[in-house]
Nanobody, 124 residues
Framework: QAQLVESGGGLVQAGGSLRLSCAAS????????MGWFRQAPGKEREFVAT????????RYTDSVKGRFTISRDNAKNAVYLQMNSLNFEDTAVYYC?????????????????WGQGTQVTVSS
C-alpha cells in the first residue's frame, strides 16, 4: 500500500531554517508530481510548493518564493522542502502529497496520496 511519511518538523525561532523530508513507500513515485501543502489552525489547507516528475520544474505560492525550495530524489523515492527565513506565519502542519501527473499542480484535488503531516512551529 502506498504511503507518504513526513519528517523534519519542529520548533524553530523566526529567521531560522528547517528541512522537511517525505519518504514514499509501497510504490515508486518517480512518475508523479509531488507537492507540499500546509494547514494552520482554523484555516484551510493551502498549497506551498510542487515539483514535476523529473524535478526540472517547480512552482511556489507567492508567500514562500525565495525562501523555500522543493526538491526530489527519485532514486530514494523522496521529496524535500528546504525552508529558510521562517516567520510566524509559516506555522502550520505541513503535508506531503503525490499526484498521478508528470507536470506540476497546485490544486488539492489533483493529489491522490497524502501523508499524515508534520508540525512546524515558528516562535517570534
Amino acid at each position: 500500500q502506498a504511503q507518504l511519511v513526513e519528517s523534519g518538523g519542529g520548533l524553530v525561532q523566526a529567521g531560522g531554517s528547517l528541512r522537511l523530508s517525505c519518504a514514499a513507500s509501497g510504490r515508486t513515485f518517480s512518475n508523479y508530481a509531488m507537492g507540499w501543502f500546509r494547514q494552520a489552525p482554523g484555516k484551510e489547507r493551502e498549497f506551498v510548493a510542487t515539483i514535476n516528475s523529473n524535478g526540472g520544474l517547480t512552482r511556489y505560492t507567492d508567500s514562500v518564493k525565495g525562501r523555500f525550495t522543493i526538491s526530489r530524489d527519485n532514486a530514494k523515492n523522496a521529496v524535500y522542502l528546504q525552508m529558510n527565513s521562517l516567520n510566524f506565519e509559516d506555522t502550520a502542519v505541513y503535508y506531503c502529497a503525490a499526484a498521478k501527473l508528470s507536470w506540476t499542480t497546485s490544486r488539492r484535488h489533483d493529489y491522490d496520496y497524502w501523508g499524515q503531516g508534520t508540525q512546524v512551529t515558528v516562535s517570534s
